[in-house]
């Protein structure tokens, strides 16, 4: 039998799907593990989707529909405040393809990416699939998951390449401020950095304000912004994202698309454009009921002993579980087997994760309620 490559068995094999795929073959446990929305697509996507599939489809052009891309560049004036042009745009199938071709054009063999940690899981393979190399800086608990600019600039040499930053973030719902974003810009100006921004969750925030540092006064040449209609639209079936940066690195990243993907799905775009007209109300029903559950939810996880900083966007929980456990891994399983209920161990998002949680609130209240519940009594036994 031939060898499977050395790149394939480098990779990890991801804990969260063998912890939550057991929890959605059993009825028994509550899954607080969800990364995507718990809603249904909005109904008049779903109708316009019965409308489209009838009329048949074929492949669009590799960078995506024309009139998706306009209106995304509608979109990011109004919401974003980044004024573009469709030709500073590529369409993907979801927002972690685009990432993917964004890490094969703008890394070398051995280059650096600065990201800081914990982080959302799927960075680090792509970067390493590529022959780049992930560099991490802290977050801590304390400075509220904040990113230190002293620390990030500490993690830049010869060899960096780009900064990766995600907000709101996976897994601990922060939120970067306009001032830590105006920092992070003059570190990448300085050492003529790109700034790769995830902003998958930028409609699902909290008493804060989203700021894309895209629209920063002279990022354009250095900020790369990358979105996706999965989490805001509930869309995630669809698998549509999009990508805003300068033309140079576009264009490399939509021939690398080509030969990835050859082109993002046709039916979903054209849905994906009507989702850009829907009114506001889809989306805030979601994000009203999203914030009803995350008020709950880190009250309760503080009052039973596990200490949460409030997370300002997306729909995840960050807990410190240190006083009952120095292994998350251990602990999360151990609670799914004794108490039935799923989450994910923080050392699943690097080193710096390992001693909490990840819960999300992308779950009915009453189960989250449950699940409190449940994991009280898991705690109370192991004092």
Same mark, same amino acid.
């Given at each position: 039998?031939?060898?499977?490559?050395?790149?394939?068995?480098?990779?990890?094999?991801?804990?969260?799907?063998?912890?939550?795929?057991?929890?959605?073959?059993?009825?028994?446990?509550?899954?607080?593990?969800?990364? &995507?929305?718990?809603?249904?697509?909005?109904?008049?996507?779903?109708?316009? /989707?019965?409308?489209?599939?009838?009329?048949?489809?074929?492949?669009?052009? /590799?960078?995506?529909?024309?009139?998706?891309?306009?209106?995304?560049?509608?979109?990011?004036?109004?919401?974003?405040?980044? =004024?573009?042009?469709?030709?500073?745009?590529?369409?993907?199938?979801?927002?972690?393809?685009?990432?993917?071709?964004?890490?094969?054009?703008?890394?070398?063999?051995?280059?650096?990416?600065?990201?800081?940690? +914990?982080?959302?899981?799927?960075?680090? +393979?792509?970067?390493?699939?590529?022959?780049?190399?992930?560099?991490?800086?802290?977050?801590?608990?304390? @400075?509220?998951?904040?990113?230190?600019?002293?620390?990030?600039?500490?993690?830049?040499?010869?060899? /960096?390449?780009?900064?990766?930053?995600?907000?709101?973030?996976?897994?601990?719902?922060?939120?970067?401020?306009?001032?830590?974003?105006?920092?992070?810009?003059?570190?990448?100006?300085?050492?003529?950095?790109?700034?790769? %921004?995830?902003? %998958?969750?930028?409609?699902?925030?909290? @008493?804060?304000?989203?700021?894309?540092?895209?629209?920063?006064?002279?990022?354009?040449?250095?900020?790369? *912004?990358?979105?996706?209609?999965?989490?805001?639209?509930?869309?995630?079936?669809?698998?549509?994202?999009?990508?805003?940066?300068?033309?140079?690195?576009?264009?490399?990243?939509?021939?690398?698309?080509?030969?990835?993907?050859?082109?993002?799905?046709?039916?979903?775009?054209?849905?994906?454009?009507?989702?850009? &007209?829907?009114?506001?109300?889809?989306?805030?029903?979601?994000?009203?009921?999203?914030?009803?559950?995350?008020?709950?939810?880190?009250?309760?996880?503080?009052?039973?002993?596990?200490? *949460?900083?409030?997370?300002?966007? %997306?729909?995840?929980?960050?807990?410190?579980?240190? +006083?009952?456990?120095?292994?998350?891994?251990?602990? %999360?399983?151990?609670?799914?087997?004794?108490?039935?209920?799923?989450?994910?161990?923080?050392? &699943?998002?690097?080193? @710096?994760?390992?001693?909490?949680? =990840?819960?999300?609130?992308? /779950?009915?209240?009453?189960?989250?309620?449950?699940?409190? @519940?449940?994991?009280?009594?898991?705690?109370?036994?192991?004092?």
């Amino acid at each position: 039998m031939k060898h499977i490559s050395e790149r394939e068995l480098g990779l990890p094999d991801a804990v969260i799907g063998k912890l939550l795929g057991i929890a959605a073959e059993r009825k028994d446990i509550i899954s607080l593990g969800p990364g &995507e929305p718990d809603f249904l697509t909005p109904k008049p996507l779903i109708e316009y /989707t019965r409308k489209i599939v009838q009329l048949g489809t074929h492949y669009s052009p /590799t960078e995506g529909r024309s009139e998706l891309r306009e209106a995304i560049c509608k979109k990011l004036k109004k919401d974003n405040k980044i =004024r573009t042009d469709p030709k500073n745009i590529l369409v993907t199938c979801g927002s972690q393809e685009a990432l993917f071709c964004g890490f094969l054009s703008a890394l070398d063999v051995s280059e650096e990416v600065v990201i800081p940690n +914990p982080t959302y899981l799927a960075y680090v +393979p792509q970067i390493e699939l590529v022959n780049g190399v992930p560099r991490f800086f802290p977050l801590k608990e304390e @400075d509220n998951w904040n990113i230190n600019p002293d620390l990030l600039i500490k993690s830049i040499n010869k060899k /960096t390449s780009l900064i990766l930053i995600n907000t709101p973030s996976n897994p601990t719902g922060n939120v970067l401020s306009k001032k830590l974003l105006e920092e992070i810009a003059d570190i990448a100006v300085k050492y003529n950095l790109y700034v790769f %921004a995830d902003e %998958a969750y930028e409609k699902l925030i909290y @008493d804060k304000k989203h700021i894309s540092i895209g629209s920063l006064n002279g990022m354009e040449d250095y900020v790369v *912004t990358f979105h996706t209609f999965s989490k805001s639209y509930a869309m995630c079936g669809y698998r549509v994202g999009y990508v805003q940066g300068p033309k140079e690195l576009i264009n490399a990243m939509t021939k690398v698309s080509h030969y990835i993907t050859l082109a993002p799905p046709n039916i979903s775009q054209i849905v994906a454009k009507k989702a850009l &007209e829907l009114p506001n109300i889809y989306i805030e029903k979601m994000r009203r009921e999203y914030d009803r559950r995350r008020k709950f939810i880190v009250k309760r996880l503080n009052e039973i002993g596990l200490k *949460t900083v409030t997370p300002y966007g %997306a729909f995840y929980t960050f807990s410190n579980i240190k +006083p009952f456990s120095k292994n998350s891994y251990k602990f %999360a399983k151990e609670l799914l087997n004794k108490s039935k209920v799923a989450v994910v161990p923080g050392k &699943e998002f690097g080193i @710096d994760g390992e001693g909490y949680i =990840r819960c999300s609130y992308a /779950t009915d209240l009453n189960k989250i309620k449950i699940a409190m @519940d449940r994991i009280e009594k898991f705690l109370n036994k192991k004092l």
